[in-house]
């Protein structure tokens, strides 16, 4: 089955302990990016990968890092939470040859304390 | 900067409607755009996708125009029913793979 997926799913943290969202694609997509979800502010795209190693920030970056070593695994880094990172994230892929859609994973819900 | 409404934010309905849901954009040089649903806690799911040279594009009960001089798309949900009841979100996509997003629209179908 194509999918994205997320781990993990629920996270409660505190300011300042670094974490990582994983985030694994299985159709073979060159292009995958990470937005967050807020309240009021809908969905912002935080950073994307045009393919290994190729990554680029979108609109929101500060204070988050991306690595693409594999194709299919695209991890977001926290390297020192604050409490406005509160927020739903969620990873999505999609092929980057011609406009084609979108496929996004189930979300992580991250609450930093 | 591209920013998209969507209008109306919020629409309750009875079984059974046909419903228009709006989404207009400010810059008319898209790529494509995209509709999508999404459940509550859940991910999103594409529900179609319009090239910029396309005018509609059609899935089951769903049908989504694009009037790109005007700045304008609608999704269109023939014989509403209660499992359409979700968040509908349109983005635009222009040429620097940053898609914006508009803040959906709330549909309640209620039997």
């Known amino acids: 089955e194509a999918q994205v997926t997320q781990n993990p799913r629920y996270l409660i943290t505190v300011t300042g302990k670094k974490l990582t969202v994983t985030c694994s694609q299985n159709?073979?997509?060159?292009?995958m990016s990470w937005y967050r979800q807020d309240p009021g502010l809908g969905l912002r795209q935080i950073y994307y990968s045009m393919n290994v190693e190729v990554t680029d920030k979108g609109d929101v970056p500060e204070g988050y890092k991306v690595s693409r070593k594999e194709k299919r695994n695209f991890p977001l880094i926290l390297e020192s939470p604050s409490p406005n990172q509160t927020s739903l994230y969620f990873c999505?892929?999609?092929?980057?040859?011609?406009?084609?859609?979108?496929?996004f994973g189930p979300g992580t819900r991250l609450t930093v304390t | 900067k591209q920013e998209v409404t969507q209008i109306p934010a919020a629409l309750s309905v009875p079984e059974g409607e046909n419903l228009v849901l709006n989404c207009s954009f400010t810059?008319?040089?898209?790529?494509?755009l995209q509709w999508f649903r999404q459940d509550p806690g859940k991910g999103l799911t594409s529900l179609l996708l319009?090239?910029?040279?396309?005018r509609e594009q059609t899935s089951g009960r769903l049908n989504a125009s694009l009037d790109k001089s005007s700045g304008r798309s609608t999704l269109y949900i023939a014989a509403s029913q209660p499992g359409d009841s979700a968040t509908y979100l349109c983005?635009?996509?222009?040429?620097?793979?940053?898609?914006?997003f508009g803040r959906g629209t709330s549909l309640i179908v209620h039997p």
């Open positions: 319009i090239q910029s040279s396309q």
């Open positions: 983005a635009v996509e222009g040429g620097s793979y940053i898609p914006t």
């Open positions: 159709m073979n997509h060159e292009y």
């Open positions: 810059d008319s040089a898209i790529y494509n």
């Open positions: 999505a892929s999609r092929m980057l040859a011609g406009p084609s859609e979108q496929y």
